[in-house]
T-cell receptor
Framework: DAGVIQSPRHEVTEMGQEVTLRCKPI?????LFWYRQTMMRGLELLIY????????DSGMPEDRFSAKMPNASFSTLKIQPSEPRDSAVYFC??????????????FGPGTRLLVL | KQEVTQIPAALSVPEGENLVLNCSFT??????LQWFRQDPGKGLTSLLL?????REQTSGRLNASLDKSSGRSTLYIAASQPGDSATYLC?????????FGKGTRLHILP
């Protein structure tokens, strides 16, 4: 398996523009997570899906952020409009069906976003 | 609110030495604790997962311990190698929440 795939790997955009980040989870995994990593705040869970359904989006910073998972093999994280403080590395991770609370997540390589 | 702390933020150790990385958490009601490795410009790789009922897990030169009552975990790396240089993060999970520490940046000196 190719692992979790994210695109683009790097994105530079101007403030106010819409940004769409994409993720393809590992085949057979039914949970998908979106994270944001910054030097100041570390790694933060934004939202996660189970069987394509959003379970917890309490980490989404504000209404400018939205995430979708239309099918088991694809998810998007959208920022509209983008702001300089959104600059960060965004990671997607996936995991196999949960058993007794155990969960090992497999991370993608991340998308490095810079908003000017 | 759960808080996860890793001290020190950075550590340099000569090659061959054994070392211990520390992780502390404020709420002992956790399902599990994981240690991850992150290389520069890369995603995270899970190293060890300790269930709340377990005390330790081992994988090769790595040993992770968990003391829930004191809110502490350690990652022991034996016979360190330059290839161990990376940032190590711990994370605790409960319900549908996972909280990460900010990591310890480890540099093994050749």
């Amino acid at each position: 398996d190719a692992g979790v795939i994210q695109s683009p790997r790097h994105e530079v955009t101007e403030m106010g523009q819409e940004v769409t980040l994409r993720c393809k989870p590992i085949s057979g995994h039914n949970s998908l997570f979106w994270y944001r990593q910054t030097m100041m705040r570390g790694l933060e869970l934004l939202i996660y899906f189970n069987n394509n359904v959003p379970i917890d989006d309490s980490g989404m910073p504000e209404d400018r952020f939205s995430a979708k998972m239309p099918n088991a093999s694809f998810s998007t994280l959208k920022i509209q409009p983008s702001e300089p403080r959104d600059s960060a590395v965004y990671f997607c991770a996936s995991s196999s069906p949960r058993t007794s609370g155990l969960e090992t997540q497999y991370f993608g390589p991340g998308t490095r976003l810079l908003v000017l | 609110k759960q808080e996860v702390t890793q001290i020190p933020a950075a550590l340099s150790v000569p090659e061959g030495e054994n070392l211990v990385l520390n992780c502390s958490f404020t709420d002992s009601a956790i399902y599990n604790l994981q240690w991850f490795r992150q290389d520069p410009g890369k995603g995270l790789t899970s190293l060890l997962l300790i269930q709340s009922s377990q005390r330790e897990q081992t994988s090769g030169r790595l040993n992770a311990s968990l003391d829930k009552s004191s809110g502490r975990s350690t990652l022991y790396i034996a016979a360190s190698q330059p290839g161990d240089s990376a940032t190590y993060l711990c994370a605790v999970q409960r319900d549908d929440k996972i909280i990460f520490g900010k990591g310890t940046r480890l540099h093994i000196l050749p």
